[in-house]
């Protein structure tokens, strides 16, 4: 149980693009989702927190506009990087929370995405 | 704040051999979980084993256990029998209730066979 899927796993893009990244819970019903990016050799930095139905919230430093966060269902949140550019490169993860088990502050992870701008 | 410290950047075991990787933490709250997740290659995130403040027992998953001292406020996982597979990036990480997860730097094992 517990599965998170993201796609796409890899991404290409030419700057000024835009590219849309899928966080999908399989088996359980997230309400809540984050974002983070990790750049190489280094921790994970949390971009923003989805929930479902309302704004996100997101971490100082972190453009909104740039990095747009839909969580439009209990299973799917988007992060959408708006007119890419090569500097946004990097490798982007989800993960979610599973309310409804005993294990409510465990976050589930997804693969990630690894995106590159060129 | 809450603060994750890992002060192993790197580790290094024989295939076989028993290896703790050490963590510490700084949070003014009395409850709050602790977790350990591996990052291997693929860079998926797995959950290797999670701690309840509360729970004095130390928890344990199979070859892998951990020496919660919550005074101490140190946080370290033991694996026993180190095999190959068990190569990754660790790191530690703390939540407490709704706020975000805290993760430490990460420390990259490496399996020699």
């Known amino acids: 149980g517990a599965v998170v899927s993201q796609h796409p796993s890899r991404v290409i893009c030419k700057s000024g693009t835009s590219v849309k990244i899928e966080c999908r819970s399989l088996d359980f019903q997230a309400t809540t989702m984050f974002w983070y990016r990790q750049f190489p050799k280094q921790s994970l930095m949390l971009m923003a927190t989805s929930n479902e139905g309302s704004k996100a919230t997101y971490e100082q430093g972190v453009e909104k506009d740039k990095f747009l966060i839909n969580h439009a269902s209990l299973t799917l949140s988007t992060l959408t990087v708006t007119s890419a550019h090569p500097e946004d490169s990097s490798f982007y993860i989800c993960s979610a929370r599973d309310w409804t088990s005993g294990l409510q502050e465990t976050q589930y992870f997804g693969p990630g995405t690894r995106l590159l701008v060129l | 704040a809450q603060t994750v410290t890992q002060s192993q950047p790197e580790m290094s075991v024989q295939e076989a051999e028993t290896v703790t990787l050490s963590c510490t933490y700084d949070?003014?709250?009395?409850?709050?979980?602790l977790f350990w997740y591996k990052q291997p290659p693929s860079r998926q995130m797995i959950l290797v084993i999670r701690?309840?403040?509360?729970?004095?027992q130390n928890a344990t998953e199979n070859r892998f256990s951990v020496n919660f001292q919550k005074a101490a406020k140190s946080f370290s996982l033991k694996i026993s029998d180190s095999q190959l597979g068990d190569a990754a990036m660790y790191f530690c990480?703390?939540?407490?209730?709704?706020?975000?997860?805290?993760f430490g730097q990460g420390t990259r094992l490496t399996i020699n066979p």
């Open positions: 990480a703390l939540i407490q209730g709704a706020q975000k997860l805290v």
């Open positions: 949070t003014s709250e009395s409850d709050y979980y």
């Open positions: 701690q309840e403040a509360y729970k004095q």
